[in-house]
């Protein structure tokens, strides 16, 4: 059945490593994005991208890079540059917004920075 | 700068009585607006959008509410049921798939 799949759900890197979250989708959506929960702030867009090979910065892209080169997968980059990379994770996906559909969620990544 | 503010970080309601629960937002560019529930350590599902030529939207138990003069939505829940305690968020898009959210209230339906 579709959905969108998060991986790991628990992640813990230590400081000065990367680390790269996965995202995959099979809802034949264009369009996927990244947030970050954090307690008290909502989710944050990270960054979106509406089309293979394209993606644009969200609101706090610093410390993080991401990659489109399938329609399937968006992976998420926590590079060591990131000052506070400890947070709750969410990928979502959604057809062309001329729909005006909804996005869907997975279950999140939550990364620990040790 | 918040575009999509939710204002009251948590809401108290009985059981069986209405909760309503308000985003603002700033951006008179945004004609699509949606409402999310989410449950600790899990991704938000979604439950009920407006599009920005409508004032009102039902589905069962939720209603949206639009009000595009006042930039102002809201969700009520009627009949309010333990089993709807989470946090809610309204996010808000305009003319490209960026889809801005708020800060989310979390609700709480006591017996």
């Known amino acids: 059945d579709g959905g969108i799949t998060q991986s790991p759900k628990y992640l813990f890197r230590k400081e000065g490593q990367n680390v790269t979250l996965s995202c995959e989708q099979n809802?034949?959506?264009?369009?996927m994005y990244w947030y970050r929960q954090d307690p008290g702030q909502g989710l944050r867009l990270i960054y979106y991208?509406?089309?293979?090979?394209?993606?644009q910065k969200g609101d706090i892209a610093e410390g993080y890079s991401v990659s489109r080169e399938k329609k399937e997968s968006f992976p998420l980059t926590v590079t060591s540059a990131q000052k506070n990379p400890t947070a709750f994770y969410l990928c979502?996906?959604?057809?062309?917004?001329?729909?005006?559909?909804?996005?869907?969620f997975g279950q999140g990544t939550r990364l620990t920075v040790v | 700068d918040q575009q999509v503010k939710q204002n009251s970080p948590s809401l108290s309601v009985q059981e069986g009585r209405i909760s309503i629960l308000n985003c603002d937002y700033t951006?008179?560019?945004?004609?699509?607006f949606l409402w999310y529930k989410k449950y600790p350590a899990e991704g938000p599902t979604f439950l009920i959008s407006?599009?920005?030529?409508?004032d009102k939207n039902e589905d069962g138990r939720f209603t949206v509410f639009l009000n595009k003069s006042a930039k102002h939505l809201s969700l009520h829940i009627v009949p309010s049921q333990p089993g709807d305690s989470a946090v809610y968020f309204c996010?808000?898009?305009?003319?490209?798939?960026?889809?801005?959210f708020g800060t989310g209230t979390r609700l709480q339906v006591f017996p």
């Open positions: 979502a996906s959604s057809i062309p917004r001329t729909l005006n559909t909804e996005a869907f």
């Open positions: 809802l034949n959506h264009d369009a």
């Open positions: 991208s509406q089309i293979v090979n394209d993606f």
């Open positions: 951006n008179s560019m945004f004609d699509y």
């Open positions: 407006i599009s920005s030529i409508k």
């Open positions: 996010a808000a898009s305009g003319n490209t798939d960026k889809l801005i």
